[in-house]
C-alpha cells in the first residue's frame, strides 16, 4: 500500500514497494504520458517532476515517495497545453516522432523553475535526455523561446 499525491490527487494504490514510480504512474493510475524508454534513468523519457525537481521515474521505487512530495507528470503540468515550454514546442514544431518528448518538456520546464534565464551552455549542460531523432537544436530553441532569450524564431 502507497499513498500518493499525483497531479494535485492523494491516491491510495496497492503495489509492492520495489514497484517503479513509472509503472504505478502508468499501469495503476493510467498516465501513459511518461514513456518507458531504457529503465536505467539514461534516456530521460520517464521523467517527472518531485516537488518542482526533474527525476526519472523509472528507476525510483515506489517507496521512496509519499504523500507530502508532488508527483507531477505530463498530464498534470498544464490542464490545457499553456505551460511556456509546451506552447514553445508546438510554436517551433519541437518533435519528430515525439516519444522523447513528455520527458524532454519535464526536464525542460523544470530547468526553467530554477533558472528562468539560462545560457545555452546550462542548456545543454542540463537538459541530458536522450532523443533518438536528435532534434535537440531544437530543443534548445524551444527552450530559449520559452525563456525568452536567445536568437529563436
Known sequence: MA??????RVIDIQVEADTPLLWVLREQ???TGTK???GVAQCGSCTVHVDGAAVRACSMPVS???ENQKIVTIEGLSPDSSHP?????LALDVPQCGFCQPGMIMAASALLATNPKPTEAQIREEMTNICRCGTYNRVLAGIQRAAGIGTSG
Request: aromatic share 16%; hydrophobic share 45%.
Open 29 to 31: 493510475l493510467g498516465l
Open 36 to 38: 518507458y524508454g531504457c
Open 3 to 8: 499513498k500518493l499525491n499525483v497531479n494535485g
Open 64 to 66: 521512496a515517495f509519499n
Open 85 to 89: 515550454i509546451q506552447q514553445a514546442w
